[in-house]
């Protein structure tokens, strides 16, 4: 890997020019909020983004092609609005093939060496394969080929035939890309062209739900970049700061990719992570030769001592302006 021109460097990059005032009402709405700067990092991490990656299912066989957080960028990916009822057929479909009708087919023959007969049993095998075994055959046949095609196919690899791309951000080149429906590109800009806006909403309880959102400084498009799903819309504000500081942490190429399990297996392929991982001797399945009850109370330890020391969510403001 080798980072591109545009990639962002804390330490090197151009001056930004100021923004405009906001010049109406629907973008006064659509960038309002609180704004969080860029900063010099420090490593503070979101506990709450982590908590879904154990060791158990890191240490998986091809983990590694599941995960949407690489040393070249974060991809996540979302499910198309009939993708999640499909996969659920899917596994019950599964169910009734491997176990429930060869289970139920020799439970029906048995009466065939009774007063019953073997008509009755037959007729019984036949009806349950008419009207069970073939719709589960054709609704499981689509991926049962697929996974002939490619044996080595992970569940998450197969998701992504029913999934779309949300957004990219890529650490090698700098890039931000936002997807829209069929994968199709929204916009591409470099990383130090965002703002990150914290926005709140009281939902039908009353409590507070927020959005992260990497908003574009210098264009009026009615999307953003929602960076804090991965956080979710519940967590306490300090998370969303400590979010924003792993992203920033994440696009910088002048410091290393932060310390967090699904990066692990990718440090050594990243030039500034490798050099400080060798410079600092650190254990490189540090995360991953955990159990996940000892990744739980790290977690829990970690996100103590990050509120009961007062260790701030970033580090020092970074001016990305040129002077007016």
Known sequence: MSYQPTAYNSKQFHPQPQPEKSRGLMEKIRKRGQVFPFSDTNTSIATTALKDQPPSILNEDGAEDDLFWTHEKVQPYTFFVWAGFYLFLVTMAKVVLYVLYPLLCVLMLIPAFGEAGPSVALQGVWTFTLYVALPAVIIYLP?????????????????????????????????????????????????IEFDCILASNPNHQGLLSYRLMLVH????????????????????????????NMIQQYMDVSKPLPDIPMLEPFRHLDPTTAEYDQQTNRDPRYWRQMSDEVFEAQLTKIAKAQEQNNIPASGPILDIFAEA
């Open 143 to 191: 991926v049962f080929i697929i996974n002939r095609i490619d044996p080595k196919m992970t569940k998450a690899q197969l998701e992504r035939w029913v999934a779309r791309k949300k957004y990219c951000l890529n650490r090698e080149t700098g890039m931000v890309t936002l997807y829209g429906a069929g994968n199709r590109k929204i916009f591409t800009h470099p990383f």
């Open 217 to 244: 400084r210098y264009s009026n498009y009615k999307h953003g970049v929602n960076i804090g799903s991965l956080v979710g819309v519940n967590a306490p504000v300090a998370e969303y700061h400590r979010l924003w």
